[in-house]
């Protein structure tokens, strides 16, 4: 009676997954975008960092297995300069077993790596530049004087200026699409990326890991800060796509509604 259960479940587990395939191939063929997925671990007080913004992973083991299974599905992992300076942030997809994952997924073996920096400051000691494994883009605006570009050109494999003052994010990825393959996104934050993205009304699906922490702090980061808006009817609105317990961890995805 179980293994009737069990082989329901399987069965009907396959025709979901058909059809988000068939779902997102219709998608593909319409859009000259990206799908954007962002990726986030939180405290149960909304922090993804202390208030001094110290990188410190406070997830689970698991957490962090769910973070390269992530990364495993995205052809390019994108984060802006204050995520990618802040630790030993490399971007890329993990040990053996997750580059095996993606090529079962039919990647590359190693992701592309995307940095966000407006103004170009992003330090050129950052840990990302020592692990010359995969192409990196930095993605910048006119903002960035001469030396700094010059200093960036030296650290990427490309430099796109992508607006005057800021960057035009549409435009953005579908360049990225373009010129890179880019087919799915994982954007990685902190939180003054996922807010530009979302208020450019780009991002697909919202995955956060809800640990069992509080940080406080006013000033400690939350995953969507940058400007943010003022009115009801501009805050991008969720579906809850799927919720797993592991632990004292809460693994949720929410859709973003269209
Ligand atoms: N818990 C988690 O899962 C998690 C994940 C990621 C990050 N974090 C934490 O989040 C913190 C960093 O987040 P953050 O919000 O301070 O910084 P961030 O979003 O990583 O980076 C901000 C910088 O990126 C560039 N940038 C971002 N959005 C831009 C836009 N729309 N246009 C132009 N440039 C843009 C700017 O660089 P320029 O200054 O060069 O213009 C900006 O100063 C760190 O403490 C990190 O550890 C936590």
Redesign the pocket.
């Known amino acids: 009676m179980a293994t009737e259960r069990n082989q329901k479940r399987l069965r009907s587990d396959r025709v979901r997954i058909h059809e988000g395939e068939l779902k997102m191939a219709r998608w593909f063929k319409s859009s000259p975008l990206p799908f954007v997925f962002v990726?986030?671990?939180?405290t149960a007080d909304g922090k993804?960092?202390?208030a001094n913004?110290?990188?410190?992973p406070?997830?689970s083991p698991r957490d962090r297995e769910h973070m390269l299974e992530l990364r495993a599905t995205a052809d390019a992992v994108m984060?802006?300069?204050?995520?990618?300076d802040?630790?030993r942030v490399t971007l890329g997809p993990g040990g053996e077993k997750y580059r095996q994952l993606r090529r079962r997924h039919g990647l590359t073996e190693y992701n592309l790596r995307v940095i966000?920096?407006?103004?170009?400051?992003?330090n050129p000691n950052a840990h990302i530049f020592k692990k010359r494994f995969s192409p990196i883009v930095i993605?910048?605006?006119q903002?960035?004087d001469e030396r700094a570009l010059k200093q960036l050109r030296t650290l990427a494999d490309e430099v796109k200026i992508c607006?005057a003052k800021?960057?035009n994010?549409r435009k953005t990825l579908a360049w990225l699409r373009e010129r890179w393959d880019v087919k799915r996104l994982l954007s990685?934050?902190?939180?003054?990326?996922?807010?530009?993205l979302f208020r450019a009304g780009l991002v697909h699906e919202l995955h956060l890991?809800i640990c069992p922490r509080i940080f406080g702090g006013r000033t400690a980061?939350t995953?969507a800060?940058?400007e943010g808006v003022l009115k009801l009817a501009d805050a991008a609105r969720l579906r809850l796509k799927s919720q797993k317990r592991t632990g004292d961890e809460l693994f949720l995805i929410y859709e973003a509604r269209r």
């Open positions: 990726n986030f671990a939180i993804i960092a202390f913004r110290t990188f410190i406070f997830g984060s802006g300069a204050r995520t990618v802040s630790g966000v920096s407006g103004s170009g400051s992003i993605l910048t605006t903002r960035a607006g800021e960057i994010f990685e934050g902190g939180g003054e990326l996922t807010d530009a890991t980061p995953l800060d940058g």
